[in-house]
């Protein structure tokens, strides 16, 4: 009984997981940094709201997916002075999401990880040359 029941508790945590979303995260620490010190950003959604504005370097929580199915994607604008800079930051597909075959099956490949955001991933890094 006790058997089963380790078996029965196993199967139900594979069943409702998925691979990106074990490994992987949906929301990413991305440092902006620049050649010198000190140059003003802002972070803008999709919508070219902005969601956040500092002066490197400094380190920002963003959302990897912008949605169901959907990456998120950023304009950064870097100022110092007249100088401007425009980068842009887009998601990319975690290589964990492709782990569902194996592990995460349907639920995990379009279920868990595209409504959670981990089947997608940020860069660690934005860098101006401002």
């Known amino acids: 009984m006790k058997k089963s029941f380790s078996i029965l508790l196993a199967a139900c945590a594979v ?8 490994v992987s995260k ?4 991305v440092t902006f940094q620049s050649t010198t010190p000190n140059v003003k950003f802002n972070v803008k959604d999709t919508n070219g709201d902005t969601i956040h504005s500092a002066n490197t370097p400094a380190t920002v929580n963003l959302r990897a997916s912008n949605g169901y199915f959907k990456k998120a994607k950023y304009t950064v604008d870097f100022q110092k002075r007249k100088h401007k800079e425009t980068k842009e930051l887009s998601a990319k597909i975690d290589p964990w999401y492709g782990g569902n ?3 995460g099956g349907l639920i995990g490949l379009i279920i ?14 934005v860098l101006s040359t401002l």
Not at 15 to 22: L, P
Not at 26 to 29: A, F
């Open 15 to 22: 069943a409702t997981t998925s691979c990106s979303s074990i």
């Open 26 to 29: 949906s929301e990413y620490p």
């Open 101 to 103: 075959v194996i592990f």
């Open 112 to 125: 868990v990880d595209p409504a959670t955001g981990a089947m997608y991933k940020l860069d660690d890094k």
